[in-house]
């Protein structure tokens, strides 16, 4: 069956440290990738998008991977925040697809000082 | 610029009533998706509409529909609600010229069904 996952507890980490956060997917042939982050009450807000020709992006402290071999894409956080503390989605499009995103359940991110 | 709006924010309705939800998009924007979010199923793809016309389609039933006007702004509609539709609606938006589907979200309609 097809399925997205994400580490399925919260990950919980000192603020400076870097926040590893993965995503694994099966019997999906995404064409890429995207990161979004969620707080509490509110709308995902898009972070970074990878394509599937692509092995790594950065914006900023982010810096997102994609394995299309192992179906896995690990987002990183380096020199965590406190504001940092979300949840994190990540979500599968696929050529044809238009706005389609399949989405994982996400990883909630708990940065302490 | 003024982000995806969405009304209401909140709405409490009773089983067998129908609802609408309205999206605005970010001007400029004409394509309009949505999506429903439940703490057990997560984010669930709805429909998405372009230019007024529905180009793609979630697996949900035919109770749930939508519609695009020509400025873009969108509607969806439940009918005969249950209480498994109790859900965060969220609306997105796509800019034009765009083939890899960055979304911009609204704050969501809190719907709650009794």
Redesign the interface.
């Known amino acids: 069956s097809q399925k997205i996952e994400q580490n399925s507890e919260a990950l919980n980490i000192q603020e400076g440290k870097t926040a590893t956060l993965t995503c694994n997917y099966t019997n999906y042939s995404p064409a890429y990738l995207q990161w979004y982050r969620q707080d509490p009450g509110r709308g995902p807000v898009f972070l970074l998008l990878i394509r599937e020709n692509e092995k790594e992006k950065r914006k900023e402290r982010l810096k997102v991977t994609f394995d299309t071999t192992l179906k896995q894409s690990l987002f990183h956080i380096t020199a965590s925040q406190p504001a940092d503390s979300a949840t994190y989605l990540c979500a599968l499009g696929f050529s044809g697809g238009y706005n389609k995103l399949i989405f994982g359940a996400g990883t909630r991110l708990a940065v302490h000082p | 610029k003024a982000g ?1 709006t969405q009304t209401p924010r909140y709405l409490i309705k009773t089983r067998g009533q129908q609802v609408t939800l309205s999206c605005s998009p970010i001007s400029g924007h004409r ?1 309009v ?1 949505w ?1 429903q979010q439940t703490p057990g199923q ?4 709805l429909f ?1 509409y ?1 230019s007024e016309t529905q ?2 389609k ?1 697996n949900f039933p035919g109770r749930f529909s939508g519609r695009q006007f020509s400025n873009s702004r969108s509607e969806m509609n439940v009918s005969t609600l249950e209480l498994g539709d109790s859900a965060l609606y ?1 609306c ?1 938006s ?1 800019p034009p010229g765009t083939s ?9 309609s809190r719907l709650t069904v009794l």
């Open positions: 995806v394509s998706s999506y997560g984010l669930q793809f998405e372009f180009r793609n979630g969220l997105a796509s890899s589907g960055e979304l911009f979200f609204g704050e969501g």
